[in-house]
């Protein structure tokens, strides 16, 4: 079940309602840290640290491109090398810098922390959070704009934290 993010009026009252509905529906029970990760707008391994206590890093699992997209899968890990959360990225090239997608094809860094570094003025748009039963975990969808641009589209799937 994924719960699209409502166009317009309040965003927390909305996300409350929707978290709420898939503990219901699915005789869950939301961690804090769950629910904070599913409507932060910020950058997730700077929240997953704070909220872990611990440094986080990313493993780029897998990347491959194309003429006009990068994809990529990438598992956040904590400092005792658990997983966090576990990434799909679709990285659209041409709506964005040179040296972003340079820093992206290294697999170094995170897309969090690239942006970051690179002070690049972002804004995260949240789609759709749900819950998949078949694998027990809680997801997220949203994109990163840029100058007006979809930069990033992530499918982010939350462990329990």
Do not use: W
């Not at 166009?7 to 009252?13: A, I």
């Amino acid at each position: 079940m994924a719960g699209a993010i409502q166009k317009n009026g309040d965003f927390g009252s909305f996300v409350l309602q929707n978290i709420s509905e898939l503990e219901r529906r699915f005789g869950i029970k939301l961690g804090l840290a769950q629910k904070t990760l599913l409507v932060d707008n910020c950058t997730t391994e700077q929240v997953l640290s704070v909220l872990t206590g611990s440094t986080v890093r990313v493993n780029v699992v897998e990347q491959t491109e194309n003429e006009t997209t990068i994809s990529r899968e990438s598992v956040i890990l904590d400092g005792a090398d658990r997983p966090l959360i576990r990434a799909h990225s679709k990285i659209f090239v041409c709506n964005l810098p040179r040296n972003i997608v340079h820093q992206i094809r290294q697999k170094k860094l995170g897309i969090g922390k690239i942006i970051a570094n690179s002070q690049l003025e972002t804004f995260r748009k949240i789609l759709a959070v749900g819950y998949d039963p078949t694998k027990r975990s809680v997801f997220r969808r949203y994109q990163i704009i840029y100058q007006k641009n979809v930069a990033f589209e992530i499918f982010e799937e939350l462990a329990e934290i």
